[in-house]
């Protein structure tokens, strides 16, 4: 039976059954498409490394003898539509059978769900080997349940697979050491740089160039510095492991303006590619730690497993448990448009001007700059939800909308109404000024929270508690800040509405 068989560019994985075996009946298809460039528009950092890290993967799987059909972005049978290319193969190599890995973004799922529908021939749907649990696991898992907290999920993770366990308990007598994990980085702590392969990917900008996309951001053409093969995301996990493990829990919240990346691995990119295994990747920390228990302390270790097990496999049964209208939450009714100085950097905030211009120039920023500088201020200024999913989207190189979406949507702008978080994820100045030096050379103060160099966070924090007063004052951890908000004076409160009422309307002068 002749089959044809679909890799889409997220599903990168050498390991997977299919390739254990040759057989000169299937055919293997990947596609570079305006379909997937032009559906947001996308840093050009993002772009590059998709088609670097798919024709990387499609060059290995060849040299091993199995049978490739690749369209380049330029290549004129190109139809740079997924269907469309499907069909012309099925019938130019009169394919019998057609299967497919279970994509992990809804949109994609429908689309060949309703192509294999009209199908004359057979069709089959795999699993892509790669998660800890399956689509369907949190439904189950939650099921009559009225909160879907992440930390429940979490320790069933941690028992079932027995990690960092000790029988029945958590190893260290903790489950969660998040509260170890805040530290400030005063400089006093060396980061060893990061290790690169000198990628020249100029030939690939210049065919996304010559193809008209669309793209945004900075790249250097001649060293790209995300993993692009599977080769290189194990020399970026060995690297994480033998010298930033040891404080990535200490300083995982940190932010400093000379530092881009800190304690953190880098290998989200080659992760949600899945050219390494959530599983491997475990492993290898682990096996770290048992060697270098005197140097590596469990609270490193854990919070990084957290991350993992508990965010990123979360994120995924949460996605799948509540498309396709969780694409459509705006449980606050924000409406406002995003800034102009998000797609610039061009800010006088001097935290944003650095999370952003940081995105901007490396397609990059953890999970405390998105979620507390740029998150934070696109929900203190009303944002709509559509707007930062879009920018989040298409900025960072290890955006999929499966990870992205309950991110933004849930985590970052409370859009579903507490499905995903228990309060919104807003703050005033003094939570950046904690876990950063963003606010040491700002132009704004800190401390005020009116007046021309009062920085604009402290006003929009008491101005967004004011507004959604009426969705957010019953909320159990909300009510020690209501009870502040209410304990103001009436005039400065309508001083604070002044103001951010400047803020939104002006807001790329700020």
């Known amino acids: 039976m002749k089959k044809l068989r679909l890799i889409l560019g997220d599903q990168l994985n050498e390991r997977h059954t299919w390739f254990q075996e040759n057989d000169d009946n299937i055919t293997y298809c990947m596609f ?3 379909q997937e460039t032009d559906y947001v528009k996308h840093h050009i950092q993002k772009v590059t490394g998709f088609f670097v890290a798919m024709r990387n993967f499609c060059d290995k799987l060849s ?24 069909a012309k193969l099925i019938d130019a190599h009169q394919i019998e059978k057609f299967e497919y890995l279970e994509p992990d973004e809804y ?33 189950d898992f939650f099921k009559g349940k009225k909160q879907f907290l992440m930390e429940n999920f979490y320790r069933k993770m941690r028992k079932k697979h027995q990690i960092l366990m000790v029988d029945e308990q958590p190893e260290g007598g903790k489950w969660n050491y998040d509260k ?20 020249d990917v100029s030939e690939i900008v210049k065919d996304i160039e010559s193809a008209g996309i669309t793209t945004f951001g900075n790249i250097n053409k001649k060293n790209f510095e995300y993993p692009t093969s599977r080769s290189q995301a194990l020399a970026y996990l060995r690297y994480f492991c033998d010298n930033l493990l040891v404080h990535f829990g200490d300083y995982q919240d940190a932010m400093h303006t000379d530092q881009v990346y800190l304690f953190h691995s880098r290998i989200s990119f080659a992760l949600n590619t899945k ?5 491997e990747i475990i492993d290898k920390v682990l096996e770290t730690f048992r060697e270098n228990k005197n140097d590596i302390d469990i609270s490193q270790v854990e919070g990084f497993i957290r991350q993992i097990i508990g965010w990123r496999e979360y994120m995924r049964g949460m996605y799948w448990m509540l498309m ?48 507390m500088v740029t998150g934070n201020f696109a929900l203190l200024t009303q944002i709509h939800p559509d707007e930062i999913d879009a920018w989040y989207l298409g900025i960072y190189v290890d955006a999929i909308e499966w990870v992205q979406l309950p991110n933004t949507r849930g985590m970052s702008q409370f859009a ?62 909300m009510k020690m800040m209501y009870s502040v908000l209410n304990k103001m004076s009436t005039s400065d409160r309508a001083k604070i509405k002044e103001k951010a009422n400047h803020i939104i309307e002006n807001i790329n002068e700020y």
């Open 32 to 34: 570079e498409m305006r």
């Open 63 to 86: 040299s091993k003898g199995h049978n490739f059909i690749y369209y380049k972005i330029n290549e004129e049978e190109n139809e740079q539509d997924l269907t469309k290319n499907l």
């Open 107 to 139: 949109r994609l799922d429908k689309q060949l769900n309703n192509f294999c529908k009209d199908l004359e021939i057979e069709s089959e749907v795999f699993s892509t080997e790669h998660f800890y649990t399956n689509r369907g696991f949190l439904k």
């Open 180 to 199: 170890s994990n805040r530290k400030k980085w005063k400089g006093d702590t060396l980061i060893p740089p990061f290790k690169t392969f000198d990628e």
């Open 275 to 279: 050219m390494v295994s959530p599983k």
């Open 324 to 371: 396709p209208d969780y694409k459509k939450e705006n449980f606050l009714e924000n409406k406002n448009k995003l800034p102009e100085f998000f797609w610039t950097g061009k800010t006088k905030m001097n935290c944003l001007k650095n999370a952003i211009q940081n995105s901007l120039d490396n397609g990059y920023a953890h999970h405390i700059q998105r979620l």
């Open 416 to 477: 579903d109404g507490g499905k995903i978080a228990t309060k919104p994820y807003v703050s005033s100045g003094s939570y950046i000024s904690k876990m950063s030096n963003y606010c040491d050379s700002c132009s704004y103060k800190k401390t005020k929270k009116f007046g021309d160099d009062a920085c604009p966070f402290n006003t929009l924090y008491w101005n967004f508690l004011e507004e959604k007063q009426e969705k957010l004052s019953s909320n159990f951890r």
